[in-house]
Antibody, heavy 115, light 110 residues
Framework: EVQLVESGGGLVQPGGSLRLSCVASGFTFSNDWMSWVRQAPGKGLEWVANIKQDGSEKNYVGSVKGRFTISRDNAKNSLYLQMNNLRAEDTAVYYC????????WGQGTLVTVSS | QSVLTQPPSASGTPGQRVTISCSGSSSNIGSYNVHWYQHLPGTAPKLLIYTNDQRPSGVPDRFSGSKSGTSASLAISGLQSEDEADYYCAAWDDRLIGWVFGGGTKLTVL
């Protein structure tokens, strides 16, 4: 059974940083693209970033370029999202997702950016 | 405003057939496959349809997808109360170099 478990969310002040983690199990992590997708309160899903199997290709939505960094550790079956210079509009539930079409999703971790 | 356009809401009675549209452009739906997701608040989103019209194992055949030109649609036949959820379309966009989602359609089963 595929499992994706996110962690690292919490309350942070504007301008602060957080590092999200996602631990995967039940599939060959190193074979899959991985993505982060978020949902702000009362809003729809928004793709944030994705990373190729070997980490050689990374893509970001425009609003986070230069502030967020996606990475992965295939030896630890783990995906990460380093979020710097956080803004109020980054407040959302952040989901980790696996596969070329976001086949599987975790339950999400809540990030709240507020003073 | 989302790059892919969906109606904000849809509704039907049990047993009815409902369709949800998703409109895009040549840089996304016109060039790439469309995928659909079902999301119940507080839970993990679920892949419902991939590559325009393919169902993952375990998804009932009441759900079907199609694509034509720069638009796609999701059809749900034999509507059931448990189908009440938010539905999203998504596609790769080569102008934005990223995935784009529709704004979501809230389906109500009356």
């Amino acid at each position: 059974e595929v499992q994706l478990v996110e962690s690292g969310g919490g309350l942070v002040q504007p301008g602060g940083s957080l590092r999200l983690s996602c631990v995967a199990s039940g599939f060959t992590f190193s074979n899959d693209w991985m993505s982060w997708v978020r949902q702000a309160p009362g809003k729809g899903l928004e793709w944030v970033a994705n990373i190729k199997q070997d980490g050689s290709e990374k893509n970001y939505v425009g609003s986070v370029k230069g502030r967020f960094t996606i990475s992965r550790d295939n030896a630890k079956n783990s995906l990460y999202l380093q979020m710097n210079n956080l803004r109020a509009e980054d407040t959302a539930v952040y989901y980790c997702s696996s596969g070329s079409y976001c086949d599987y999703w975790g339950q999400g971790t809540l990030v709240t950016v507020s003073s | 405003q989302s790059v892919l356009t969906q109606p904000p809401s849809a509704s039907g009675t049990p047993g009815q057939r409902v369709t949800i549209s998703c409109s895009g452009s040549s840089s996304n739906i016109g060039s790439y496959n469309v995928h659909w997701y079902q999301h119940l608040p507080g839970t993990a989103p679920k892949l419902l349809i991939y590559t325009n019209d393919q169902r993952p194992s375990g998804v009932p055949d009441r759900f079907s997808g199609s694509k034509s030109g720069t638009s796609a649609s999701l059809a749900i036949s034999g509507l059931q109360s448990e189908d009440e959820a938010d539905y999203y379309c998504a596609a790769w966009d080569d102008r934005l170099i990223g995935w784009v989602f529709g704004g979501g359609t809230k389906l109500t089963v009356l």
